[in-house]
């Protein structure tokens, strides 16, 4: 299981910075609660497609024991607990996992900010 070794909130830029064999991976606040483990994102067996997260911010970033962090979004959510594996996955597999989600928005006719509604003829 690969452990970053260092993490960093950037705040004013809304990443996670995290560090792995001294390359450097920034993912936003968005893309990591449109990608939450939790179940409310997850949908137990049926993920529920997040939009309208373009400007969610982080506002904690905690260890939750030995195998995970646990990130608090300024939208309220706070029930995901990312494991090692997971953030690594996220890191690492960022194009393909981001790519992903734009073609379900589209699918969806629904849009990543808040402030726009997509009408659907």
């Known amino acids: 299981m690969p452990l970053p070794s260092r993490i960093k909130l950037h705040k004013a830029s809304r990443e ?13 606040a968005e893309y990591l609660r449109v990608h939450s483990p939790s179940a409310e994102v997850r949908g137990h067996g049926r993920p529920i497609l997040q939009v309208g997260k373009q ?13 995970a962090l646990k990130l608090t979004f300024d ?12 953030l690594y996955q996220l890191a690492t597999q960022f194009d393909e996992r981001w790519a992903l989600y734009l073609e ?10 808040p402030h726009t509604t997509i009408v659907r003829l």
Do not use: C, F, M
Request: hydrophobic fraction near 35%; charge should be negative.
């Open 16 to 28: 996670l910075e995290l560090i792995y064999n001294g390359n450097s991976y920034r993912l936003s």
């Open 55 to 67: 400007h969610v911010a982080l506002l904690t970033v905690e260890p939750a024991g030995q195998y």
């Open 75 to 86: 939208d309220g959510h706070d029930s995901g607990l990312y494991s090692w594996d997971y």
């Open 104 to 113: 379900q928005l589209r699918a969806a006719k629904a849009s990543r900010d």
